[in-house]
């Protein structure tokens, strides 16, 4: 084991986004790797532009979505097999050879994150991934059967803590420690600079002043009314003020093929039209988005925030519903500014949305 070397995986944008920004905040001795993956289509595309950040010693890719792809990890046998078999399932997923760390930062505990704390059985150190991190005990051992099998239940052992953005907003019911991640400065323009040229940043030239987040619903063949809010959103402030951003996991841009909206005009991060100042003036309108709540918990800013989980037909999460409307509702009392709305009842949301500028 090389005592001096971490590595950071990233399986999205956002994640992306924290490693950069952990990267420069608390500086790893030795050398540093990121593997990007492919569990977000076309992330590990970006992999030239983040070597040339200069951030990490190296930057190589692996193909994660196969291991979801052959594997599952509810079902005993599928997840006996592969963890009893882990080198031969590791063997030709990397784009580079795979050096042992001495400690990864990881966001989710997904199959290739357990396979390699299992094969290295270094510390572990978790960092946010939204609004999952702060209310899903991922190594619950009810939660899943790869928390029960004997070569998987250790995980927790290695984990030395929990890296958030808002560790007050924790409510996983685990004990791990919750540590704080500084936000991330709007004025910090270095590093606007550096994601800007990482993710080919160009500021959207759309007239809406309504944009609806979507959510990976579909991805993950969740059945939802959410396309019927999209519709009442736009109904409300008008076809010309309303478009959807799609979320980058959906198999297809169904708001834009229900004519709910015309086609969003880039495919840059939410977070980067935030940062550079492009939302300003704008309101968000989501299910219950993260990327909603990241002004406030991320950048410590304001925007005109819409949220309508209170209209919403669906399970966000399978086990944790309960709970995310805990934290749901302890950011509104807590965090929130006064630019953030939740209603209950449709006459309201079109109340709102006058109030906001709608043309209802």
């Known amino acids: ?8 995986i990233a399986n999205s944008v956002y994640q992306l986004m924290t490693v950069l920004h952990l990267r420069r905040t608390f500086p790893e001795p030795g050398e540093t790797e990121l593997l990007l993956t492919d569990i977000t289509p076309g992330l590990p595309e970006l992999l030239p532009r983040v070597e040339e950040s200069g951030l990490f010693t190296r930057v190589f890719s692996a193909q994660a979505s196969i291991l979801g792809e052959q594997y599952s990890m509810t079902k005993e046998a599928s997840l006996d097999e592969l963890l009893r078999n882990y ?15 001495a400690k990864i930062w990881c966001a989710n505990f997904d199959l290739l994150t357990r396979l390699l704390a299992y094969r290295f ?4 150190a978790w960092y946010e991934d939204g609004f999952s991190s702060y209310v899903i005990d991922y190594l619950d051992p009810k939660r899943a059967a790869v928390n029960r099998h004997p070569l998987g239940q250790g995980l927790s052992q290695q984990v030395g803590g929990v890296w958030l953005y808002e560790p007050r907003l924790a409510m996983r019911g685990d004990h791990l420690k919750n540590c704080r991640i500084p936000k991330i400065s709007t004025h910090d323009r270095e590093f606007v600079e550096c994601l ?7 500021a959207p030239h759309d007239p809406a002043d309504f944009v609806f987040l979507e959510q990976s619903f579909r991805a993950e063949k969740i059945a939802t009314n959410d396309l019927d809010l999209m519709r009442l959103c736009r109904d409300f402030v008008g076809g010309g003020r309303f ?3 799609p979320h980058p996991r959906n198999p297809e841009n169904l708001p834009v093929s229900l004519g709910l909206s015309r086609r969003y005009p880039d495919a840059s991060p939410w977070e980067l039209t935030l ?16 990327a909603a709540l990241t002004p406030r918990l991320v950048f410590g800013t304001d925007l005109n925030t819409v949220m309508l989980y ?6 966000v999460l399978w086990k944790e519903d309960d709970r995310l409307r805990r934290y749901l509702l302890a950011f509104q009392r807590e965090f929130a500014g006064s630019r953030y709305f939740v209603p209950e009842t449709s006459y309201e949301l079109r109340h709102i949305l006058r109030y906001l500028g709608g043309i209802v």
């Open 121 to 124: 059985g270094c510390e572990i």
């Open 87 to 101: 080198r031969e399932a590791l063997r030709w997923i990397f784009s580079d050879e795979l050096h042992e760390p």
């Open 275 to 290: 940062l550079n100042g492009a939302a300003e003036g704008k309101t968000v309108l989501t299910v219950c988005s993260n």
């Open 1 to 8: 084991m090389d005592h001096n070397r971490t590595l950071f």
């Open 196 to 202: 800007n040229r990482i993710f080919a940043y160009h």
């Open 243 to 245: 478009i959807v951003k």
């Open 310 to 315: 209170k209209l919403f037909e669906g399970k």
